[in-house]
Each structure stands twice: as C-alpha cells, then as structure tokens.
C-alpha cells in the first residue's frame, strides 16, 4: 500500500477546492437574547436546545453562524444533520466538505475537539470507501484505508480498527495481511467492539483453532448490536454447523471465559 502522509492527504487537499461552494447562511430570527453576531459557543448551545425542542431549521441556522465563526462542534453537527437528511435535504457531498474541513483544522493533542474530529475522519473514510454518487467524490481504497490506519493507531478507536481490519482482510486498499488484520482485530474486540470479536472468532476458526473461534464467534453474538447480529450469527452458524458436538459444548461454556479475560 502506498504510503501518504495524512495531513498532506487527498481528503485535505480535495477540502481546499470544495469548501468555497457552500452555501451561504440564510438570515433566521433568534430570540432569548442570541443572534447571528453572538459568540459561536452562545449559538452552538442554541443550535443545540433548539434541536433537542424539534426547531431543526433554527438549529440548522444557528449551527451555520456558529461553525463561521470556527466552532468544530458545531461544524460537525451540521455535517451529521446534511448526512442524515436531518432538518435538511439530505446531501452527502455537502456532509463531506464539512468533515473535510474539521479535518483539516487538525486537532490539538488533549483538545476538547478530538472527539469531533476523530467522528469527521471515520466519516470520512466511510466516504472515500464508497464515494458519493454524482458527486466528485469516487472511491478510493487506499485513502480510506489510510484514515483508518491514522484513527486506529493514534486514537486507539475500536471501530476504526475493526474497520482497517475489514480492509486489510478483503484486500481494499492494500495487500491482504491476515496477521496484521489479527493485530486489528484482537485490538477492536477487547475495546468491545462485538463486530471486530465475530470477525476475529472466525479467522480462528478458519485457521483450525475451532473451539477458541466458536468461543468467540459465540461471545460476540451475545453482545451484538440489533443491526449486525444478522451477519454475526450468519457466521456463528456456519461455524457451528462444520464443528463437532464436543467442540461447540466446550465453546458454548469457554465464551464467557475468553471475554472476561481478554485472552
């Protein structure tokens, strides 16, 4: 894989050429004392409660004001809301350049901005591994396997690993490095993440180590998340149906075990 500097990266440099067409704020009335030349954490908290109330269209604006003024919390929602088609017409070019911005400001080491601007990256990278249809935005593996590498080795974040681990593993991006995708993986799953512990039972089992794999594929389908326990337990069966009765008894009572001690 191609080695790039994230900083100096296609995410930052395509940041720069889009960012100037947004669109420019419409003026909106606010009341309680806060108005477009407010400070942006004063419009960042009414964005916020104006949201929370169900005035989407007042959140909207009053994140628009707040994040020209260079507040990241409020760029970062505002990007979700455009994600989501959340009080907006839904529009994830317009969500890419604002995640692209926020990473592109960097984040101090310690900031209270980290967490917005590690959710911008993993953003992100799930752009850049699908790209935004008619849009200028195309599929690029290798920049998206890239930020997860930089959000899985710097910030240690379990989804992020997962999903470098995915990548590694199917050869997006990047050789295919079981191994390495191990490393990931083992990471993810004792953060917690229940995808990452399926995903890492199963090498095992594939690799002959049947009864520790099934201990794991079986821990994680009792810890999935609704959405993905379909394809967990797609995995799990399968597992299951090509094992023993004695090995799947002996996994069905090891699961617990190999959670609590992180083995």
């Known amino acids: 894989m191609r080695r790039r500097d994230w900083k100096s990266s ?3 440099l395509t940041a720069a050429l889009l960012l100037s ?4 704020a419409r003026a909106f009335d606010m009341n309680a004392g806060v108005s477009k030349e407010s400070g942006p954490f004063d419009l960042f908290k009414f964005g916020f409660n104006a949201y929370k109330k169900g005035q989407k269209e007042e959140a909207v604006e009053a994140y628009r004001y707040a994040a020209e003024k260079g507040h990241t919390g409020s760029r970062w929602a505002l990007a979700n809301m455009y994600a989501a088609g959340d009080g907006v017409v839904e529009n994830d070019f317009e969500a890419f350049k604002i ?3 926020i990473a592109n400001q960097g984040v101090e080491p310690g900031s209270e901005d980290t967490g917005f601007f590690v959710n911008a990256l993993l953003s992100l990278a799930r752009y850049y591994r699908q790209g935004i249809p008619d849009s200028p935005v195309k599929a690029d593996l290798a920049q ?3 930020i997860y590498f930089q959000v899985a080795s710097t910030f240690g974040v379990p989804e992020a690993q997962f999903q470098l681990a995915r990548m590694i593993l199917a ?3 990047g050789r295919v490095n079981v191994q390495q995708a191990k490393k990931w993986l083992n990471m993810a799953r004792k953060g917690g993440h229940a995808g990452a512990m399926s995903i890492f039972g199963n090498v095992l089992f ?3 180590q049947t009864v520790r794999g099934l201990a794991f594929l079986t821990a994680a389908l009792e810890r999935c998340n609704p959405k993905d326990c379909p394809w967990m337990q797609d995995l799990q069966e399968r597992a299951f149906s090509l094992a023993t009765e004695d090995d799947r008894r002996v996994a069905v009572a090891l699961a617990p075990q190999v959670v609590e001690q992180g083995d």
């Open 21 to 24: 067409s947004s669109p420019s």
């Open 206 to 208: 594939e690799e002959g």
């Open 99 to 101: 995640y692209a911005e």
């Open 10 to 12: 296609a995410v930052l």
């Open 171 to 173: 050869g997006e991006g």
């Open 144 to 146: 998206a396997r890239q």
